[in-house]
């Protein structure tokens, strides 16, 4: 599961919808593997005003992984004066796209339920009594 996807899950139960503390999941014994995949500056650029920023910084703090910013790098921070790629954006490439949790749990700050992560796949599948 790679961890820009992670920007976009929160808790499957009902009773967290309503609750800021079930955003972002939290990793816990999680087991992090690269997969080099091409550079793609426009997807990074076009993922940047999606992402909620304070929770990607949550995420790589949790993981152990190199500090973010403060704040979402803006467009020409991803780029230097020839057009090439900066190293800001090679760093957020390989956090978003080639950095995955193989295994390990995600974890709901509101209820405190841990999602199964298996071979990149997480189980958000509730047992009927959590439904």
């Known amino acids: 599961m790679k961890l820009l996807t992670l920007n976009f899950l929160t808790c499957a139960r009902k009773t967290c919808k ?3 503390d079930a955003f972002p999941l939290h990793p816990k014994e999680a087991e992090l593997e ?3 995949i091409d550079l793609n500056p426009v997807f990074i ?3 940047l005003p999606r992402l909620d920023w304070e ?3 949550t995420l790589a703090n949790e993981l152990g992984l ?3 910013p403060a704040e979402t790098p803006a467009p020409e921070e991803l780029a230097d004066e020839s057009g090439e790629p900066s190293q800001t954006l090679k ?4 956090l978003l ?3 995955a949790i193989a295994n390990g749990k995600l974890v709901c700050g509101n209820c405190s339920h841990e999602y199964a992560v298996k071979e990149g796949i997480a189980n958000f599948l509730l047992p ?3 439904v």
């Open 18 to 20: 309503s609750s800021a």
């Open 34 to 36: 690269q997969v080099e």
């Open 45 to 47: 650029k076009n993922m």
């Open 55 to 57: 929770a990607m910084k």
């Open 66 to 68: 190199p500090n973010l």
């Open 91 to 94: 760093d957020l490439h390989t």
């Open 97 to 99: 796209m080639e950095t």
């Open 128 to 130: 009927s009594h959590m």
